[in-house]
Structure formats: C-alpha cells, structure tokens
C-alpha cells in the first residue's frame, strides 16, 4: 500500500524556519512527480511547490524562501521554509503518485499523507 509521512511541522515565530520531511513507502507509489500543499481551514487546498524530473516549481507565495530537496536513496522529500511568515501558517501535505494535469492541481495526485501543522506567530 502506497504511504506518505510528513514529519517537522511546529510552530516558529516569524522570520524563523522549519524543515518538513516526507517519507514514501510502498511498492507501487510513483515518486517521479511530487508536491507540498498546504490548506488552512475553510480555504482549499493550495499547491506550494512540485518537483519532478528535472524540474521544480514554487508558488509565487514562497519562491525565494523555500526550497525542496529530494532523497532518492531515502525515498525522501524535504521542504526547508526560511523566512517565514504568519500567512505561512497551515497543514502541510505530501503529494505522490502524479496522473496528470497542472502541477498544483488537487486531481493530479493520487496519494496522500496526513500532513504537518505549521504554525508562524507574529
């Protein structure tokens, strides 16, 4: 069975930084494409950044402060958040298993983790 875990959310003041790791399990999970999203309650889920094979997209929301950092070997996905910010505050999720379609699209991943709060204070 496909699995992600998110592990390193917290909560941090602003300008401070979190690393979010997720980890993929599971024979058949497709690690090709994967994504951050991030959702707040009564707001849908939004996409913050996307790797895939020789590419890497950030929203424009992040670009510059955060960056990814994919392990391979560990089947491991980082996000390192610098500079962050109040309206960074959010459940994080992973994203695997791409079937197509924009890279920030809820539809286009087929597997998800659980998340990791994340929470900046002023």
């Known amino acids: 069975e496909a699995q992600l875990v998110e592990a390193g959310g917290g909560s941090v003041q602003a300008g401070g930084s979190l690393r979010l790791s997720c980890t993929a399990s599971g024979s058949n999970i497709n690690t090709n494409f994967m994504a951050w999203f991030r959702q707040v309650p009564g707001q849908e889920r939004e996409g913050v950044a996307r790797?895939?094979?020789?590419?890497?997209r950030f929203a424009d929301s992040v670009s510059g402060r955060f960056t990814m950092e994919k392990d391979n070997a560990k089947n491991t996905l980082y996000l390192q958040m610098n500079e962050l910010r109040p309206d960074d505050t959010g459940m994080y999720y992973c994203?695997?298993?791409?079937?197509?379609?924009?890279?920030?699209?809820?539809?286009?991943?087929?597997?998800w983790g659980r998340g990791t709060q994340v929470t900046v204070s002023s």
């Open positions: 994203a695997a298993d791409f079937i197509g379609g924009g890279p920030f699209a809820v539809r286009a991943y087929r597997t």
């Open positions: 790797v895939g094979v020789g590419d890497v």
